[in-house]
């Protein structure tokens, strides 16, 4: 291509990135009316695993005006949904359904698919989606062997599981179901083998499984359990370490960039060796490496190419060691440099879509328009196609369609759509008509005048008429629209109109800015010294605009006023009452409105009140009869008489003069001394007009001043220092501003006080320019290049000499905007919140001025997720971040995962900020989703429970699923075993069965993106009680006739006890024998002697059970089972136990139903009692 057509594609990418800048605003009511092309917004992964348990959904969600239809393919030919009765098609959607409830193989929809969204505006293409159903196929089943093996020598136990989609999950349990212990001598390798280094006595066992558990059916498999027995015939003979895993030397691995790279060495040895790991020609990044598995295996996260090479494993035992290279390769599957953008142009305008990737080996690009190849299209003169960019030129409405671009090499592919659209709209003001802005006079205003159009409008401002266009000072116009006023006054207060005008017309609208008055506080409070249990008032008056309701605030020591009575608060007033010890601080007034504040504050000292009436504290007398005695040029000597000290002690003695020359009325501060001392030593100054007076100090206060002394002047003299803070600065790019603080009256030493003002280019002159200046502050030196450096200095003189030699001070001339934006910026995301952007720092040159840093600027485009809705699109306010000094990278913390971010970077110096980078777009990735919206359940039955939950909110990515966990809890809070399940992410319930009833259990649930789980909820839900069961379980504690009868019982028992103790009390007998021989019980007979049995208790009659209780078939009980037996304790056995392990039918005498009763009584019903109450 020649340097003509060079130029021609730069223009062409400089207006296409101009024309880029038209945004279409997200207000519904601007969105309704603009037509679109279709946009995929949400699509299944390209390699789908499906459960074959579970329908097939794939996903495929677009939006366009008018909304687009959709249709599939099926491994290339067009997929006829209306002939396959099982496959359906969402309303409004082109997501599939498929249902294989109905015993359907989900095989048989195996196969690559890709869906089409169309609308007469352009078709967009999806991923292509490859649909496999998830595989878990059974161990093949063999006979092991017994491994027998001589102790000290190394062995391998091999897993060998049956290849799964996707793989499984391997590792090793004993008969118990506890994980194998591993250590430097036994580990796993990460093709699931058990790797001994040496083998031990205590290694031999016959119970060393294998498992093997598939995730997405989450089934485990079991290999039969494998035996070792460790024999030592002999004593096991150390040697020094030898590789079992990897096999040869060196071996070499392929990764690619971005993956996890694991490389592994397993030695074998006696004593164990250990492993340490080295990069043949580098250092191991620290931040992205990690040992696992005892430092045997090396983790690498997010490979880069400069992983690549050589990495040296070393095993090492006290008799030697041996090492092992392993060649690392990476390549890279396509990756976006910069994918392209949606691009909406008016007509006639020029624009460009990018699709620049990288990988290796490099990726071609191929262009698409509305799914068809770029070539099949003829040539258009709009239109043309260089390397990885497609130019347009004066575009037209009928060249809105949907662009392609896919770049692939042998590890992968992207699939990127990009439209073209073409709008042709006459600008519409969005700022709402007749708002109103308040702002504080003398603060910025910014006036907002938000426009839409195609093509971009052009915004112009009037002031309460269009007479005249607003420009220039003291106006600020920025690229939005917005009219800015830096400092505001009250004349800029009134009706403002914007205008927005482009090629297809013009729209107005109207605003109003109202400048108001500051707050200020005209009366603030004073310094008070009061003594305790006195009253004390802090004044704050306060002016404010009236249209502003103030609101005023007290503080102590910057925090909120006690919560006691004693401090009431008025409009313009505190008042503390009985002041203690406790209330001495910092008091502060803070008055507030909606648009300022103005606060001041005062101290309180509390001082020790008068302990009785007969003493009373005061401030002491003035001093007097002052005297001047002792003079010399530059001091004198002044005394005094103190006056009273009212029962306070004199502290201090404060000394103050009146200069008559130079500002006469006016009382400084000169010197202190003791309260013992009644004489000071004063310092003095040339051509001073001095009058002296006395204050003296006690704890309750300054006395009044003493009267002044005589006048005593000094004479003159040249000066004896140099004016202080001198600074050389420019505040315009050709000047330099020498300034200084001059010299006081006091510090001037004579009359005719002047300044003379020297500078030199630094480096460039050697002699000074010098100015005789008048008592200024400043002066100004024009046509000076821009920011160089200046050394100046400023001598004081007056009409008796010059001041000392002044120092020299280098400064700088003015500064100018930066004329350079950053280059070559980048951004490198490093996690899901964090990314990394860096730049190349700006030539000096261009900097024109002290460089004070670098600010990204940069904003939340949009969320990449299918469910983002308009409020939350709706792009995030711009952050700013400031990086000071010569900088060339940041860190941007804080981002949204799973968002489309822009930033640009801009140089800073002291006059301002540069010209801005081109913008920059990158992606955040997926992050851990936010906890579920709720969890609830639904539907509670005797052994099941139908949960129900919401998504999370902040989904940060594609859900892959849900975890669900469970255990029981009973009555003590004691927790049973935790089941786990894993739920599809497209689900919003499950039932769960096979639970026990009226059971507590305790669910956690989380949703999991591909990033991992992200924190879960908690909650607790019981299943119910059986009808029957709970229909039997009555409580006879609460019957009327149960508390009748007890209290019938009682009240029987009571009167026996009372006629007992009567007739105890007569003296009378109880005739028992008679009365036994009388009333004797036929039931009861004597004993035999021959009878080794109880006659009460006598089994001899017909051996029949007693009554309630439950008799085996063979007609007798019996005792001798084991007390261990689960008929025991289970549903359906022949005896019944209570809780304790009694027998309750053998020694129960009520019918079944009393039996009941009498159980429930006695506590709550749990499991085991509800059993028994069937008995």
């Known amino acids: 291509m020649d340097s003509r057509s060079d130029c021609l594609v730069l223009l062409l990418l400089v207006l296409g990135s101009a024309a880029t800048a038209l945004e279409v605003p997200l207000d519904p009511k601007v969105l309704e009316g603009l037509p679109q092309p279709p946009t995929i917004t949400h699509q299944s992964p390209k390699d789908y695993i499906v459960d074959p348990r579970e329908n097939i959904v794939i996903h495929c969600e677009a939006k366009g005006k008018p909304h687009p239809s959709f249709s599939w393919t099926r491994n290339g030919l067009h997929l006829d949904i209306g002939k396959d009765a099982k496959v359906t098609m969402k309303p409004r959607s082109g997501t599939l359904v498929i249902d294989i409830s109905s015993g359907e193989k989900a095989e048989s929809y195996e196969g690559v698919y890709q869906c089409t969204a169309r609308n007469k505006h352009g078709t967009a293409l999806s991923n292509n989606i490859v649909i496999r159903q998830s595989r878990s196929p059974l161990w093949s089943k063999e006979r092991i062997k017994p491994i027998v093996v001589q102790e000290g020598l190394p062995l391998v136990l091999r897993c060998q599981p049956p290849a799964g989609l996707p793989p499984p999950i391997i590792f090793w349990m004993d008969n118990n179901f506890q994980r194998l212990p591993q250590s430097r001598r036994v580990s796993q390798a990460l093709n699931g083998d058990l790797y001994f280094s040496n083998v031990m006595t205590e290694d031999s066992r016959s119970d060393y499984i294998c498992y093997a558990r598939f995730p997405h059916t989450q089934t485990i498999q079991q290999k039969q359990p494998v035996t070792v027995r460790v024999f030592n015939n002999e004593a096991a003979e150390?040697?020094?370490?030898?590789?079992?895993?990897?096999?040869?030397?060196?071996?070499?691995?392929?990764?690619?960039?971005?993956?996890?790279?694991?490389?592994?060495?397993?030695?074998?040895?006696?004593?164990?060796?250990?492993?340490?790991?080295?990069?043949?020609?580098?250092?191991?990044?620290?931040?992205?490496?990690?040992?696992?598995?005892?430092?045997?295996?090396?983790?690498?996260?997010?490979?880069?190419?400069?992983?690549?090479?050589?990495?040296?494993?070393?095993?090492?035992?006290?008799?030697?060691?041996?090492?092992?290279?392993?060649?690392?390769?990476?390549?890279?599957?396509?990756?976006?440099?910069?994918?392209?953008?949606?691009?909406?142009?008016?007509?006639?305008?020029?624009?460009?879509?990018?699709?620049?990737?990288?990988?290796?080996?490099?990726?071609?690009?191929?262009?698409?328009?509305?799914?068809?190849?770029?070539?099949?299209?003829?040539?258009?003169?709009?239109?043309?196609?260089?390397?990885?960019?497609?130019?347009?030129?004066?575009?037209?409405?009928?060249?809105s369609a949907v662009y392609q671009c896919n770049v692939s090499n042998e590890y992968g592919y992207l699939l990127s759509n990009a439209f073209l659209n073409v709008l042709a709209e006459p600008p519409r003001i969005l700022t709402p008509h007749n708002t109103v802005y308040p702002v504080i006079r003398d603060k910025p205003a910014l006036l907002n005048c938000v426009s839409f159009g195609s093509p971009v409008p052009r915004v112009t401002w009037f002031k309460d008429s269009r007479s005249s266009i607003l420009m220039g000072d003291p106006f600020v116009f920025h690229e939005n629209g917005t009219l800015e006023i830096p400092v505001a006054q009250a004349f800029h207060s009134g009706r403002y109109t914007c205008v927005a005008r482009n090629s297809l017309g013009i729209s107005e609208n109207h605003v109003y800015l109202e400048v108001k008055e500051p707050t200020r506080i005209v009366k603030q409070p004073e310094y008070m010294v009061v003594q305790k249990n006195r009253d004390v008032v802090f004044m704050c008056k306060v002016m404010h605009d009236p249209s502003l309701v103030p609101t005023m605030i007290w503080l102590k020591d910057s925090g909120e006023l006690p919560d006691d009575d004693r401090f009431i608060v008025d409009s313009e007033s505190l008042t503390i009452m009985y002041v203690t010890e406790a209330d001495e601080g910092t008091y502060t007034c803070i008055m507030n409105t909606t648009l300022d504040q103005d606060s001041a504050s005062a101290q309180l000292t509390v001082v020790e009140a008068t302990p009785t009436p007969a003493v009373m504290y005061e401030k002491p007398d003035p001093p007097t009869d002052l005297e001047l005695t002792d003079p010399e040029v530059r001091s004198i000597q002044l005394s005094w008489i103190p006056g009273d000290e009212h029962n306070s002690p004199i502290k201090k003695f404060l000394v103050q003069y009146e200069d008559a020359l130079h500002g006469s009325g006016t009382w400084n501060n000169l010197t202190e001394v003791p309260g013992s001392r009644t004489m000071a030593h004063l310092k003095l100054s040339p051509y001073i007009h001095y009058s002296f007076r006395v204050l003296a100090l006690n704890d309750v206060g300054y006395s009044l001043p003493s009267l002044p002394s005589r006048t005593y002047r000094t004479k003159p003299a040249a000066p004896d220092e140099n004016p202080s803070d001198v600074k050389a600065m420019g505040t315009e790019h050709n000047n330099l501003v020498i300034s200084w603080k001059p010299l006081t009256g006091l510090q001037s030493n004579g009359p005719g006080l002047q300044y003379n003002v020297m500078w030199r280019q630094m480096d460039v002159d050697k002699d000074w320019n010098t100015e005789t200046v008048a008592n200024v502050s400043k002066f100004v030196v024009a046509g000076t290049p821009t920011f160089v450096p200046y050394e100046v200095k400023v001598q004081a003189l007056n009409n008796y000499g010059k001041g000392p030699k002044p120092p020299i001070v280098v400064g700088y001339s003015g500064e100018d905007w930066p004329v350079a934006a950053p280059a070559n910026v980048r951004v490198r995301v490093q996690n899901s919140t964090q990314a990394e952007v860096s730049w190349e720092p700006v030539p000096a040159k261009s900097v024109r001025g002290r460089l004070q840093g670098y600010k990204v600027y940069y904003w939340k485009e949009r969320s990449l997720h299918k469910h983002t809705t308009h409020s939350h699109t709706h792009r995030m306010e711009q952050q700013t971040l400031t990086f000071t000094g010569n900088r060339s990278h940041g860190k941007l913390p804080g981002l949204h995962p799973y968002s489309l971010y822009s930033l640009n970077v801009r140089v800073c110096n002291g006059r301002g900020e540069g010209p801005a980078s081109p913008f920059l777009k990158f992606e955040t990735p997926e992050g851990v989703p936010g906890p579920p919206a709720f969890l609830r359940v639904t539907n509670s039955n005797i052994d099941s429970l139908t949960l129900e939950w919401g998504p999370p909110h902040e989904r940060n990515g594609h859900l892959v699923g849900y975890i669900l966990t469970y255990q029981t809890v009973n009555n003590t809070n004691e927790f049973g075993q935790l089941k786990e399940l894993s739920v599809p992410p497209n689900e919003t319930s499950t039932t769960l069965h096979n639970l026990k009833y009226s059971t507590r259990y305790k669910f956690y649930f989380s949703a999991k993106t591909a990033t991992g789980p992200g924190p879960g909820i908690t909650e607790e839900f019981a299943t119910i009680m059986d009808g029957a069961m709970a229909s039997r379980q009555v409580d006879i504690a609460t019957q009327g006739w149960f508390i009748g009868l007890m209290c019938a019982i009682a009240l029987l028992i009571l009167v026996l006890l009372i006629m007992c103790f009567i007739k105890r009390n007569k003296g009378g007998k109880y005739p028992v024998k008679e009365k036994e021989a009388a009333h004797a019980d036929p039931e009861i007979q004597p004993m035999k002697d021959d009878d080794i049995t109880f006659g009460e208790y006598s089994d001899n009659e017909d051996h029949k059970p007693l009554k309630g209780s439950r008799t085996p078939s063979s007609g007798t009980v019996k005792r001798d089972e084991s007390d261990d037996s689960l008929v025991d304790y289970g549903e359906g056995g022949d005896g019944q136990f209570n809780e304790d392990g009694s027998f309750i039918g053998q020694y129960s005498g009520k019918t079944d139903r009393d039996g009941v009763q009498a159980h429930e009584s006695s506590e709550a019903p749990s499991p085991v009692n509800a059993m028994n109450s069937f008995v």
């Open 238 to 399: 150390e040697r020094k370490p030898a590789f079992l895993l990897p096999e040869g030397s060196p071996s070499s691995k392929l990764v690619l960039r971005g993956q996890v790279l694991e490389l592994e060495c397993i030695a074998e040895g006696l004593p164990t060796p250990e492993i340490s790991w080295i990069k043949v020609s580098g250092e191991l990044p620290a931040k992205r490496t990690s040992f696992q598995n005892f430092e045997k295996t090396l983790r690498i996260v997010n490979v880069s190419e400069e992983d690549a090479g050589g990495y040296q494993c070393t095993a090492r035992n006290r008799l030697g060691s041996a090492q092992h290279i392993i060649h690392v390769s990476v390549k890279a599957a396509p990756y976006w440099i910069r994918a392209p953008q949606n691009l909406v142009l008016a007509p006639l305008e020029s624009g460009g879509l990018t699709c620049r990737a990288g990988g290796n080996p490099k990726p071609t690009v191929a262009w698409f328009i509305n799914g068809d190849p770029i070539d099949n299209f003829p040539e258009e003169p709009s239109r043309r196609v260089e390397d990885d960019t497609i130019i347009f030129t004066e575009v037209q409405t009928a060249s």
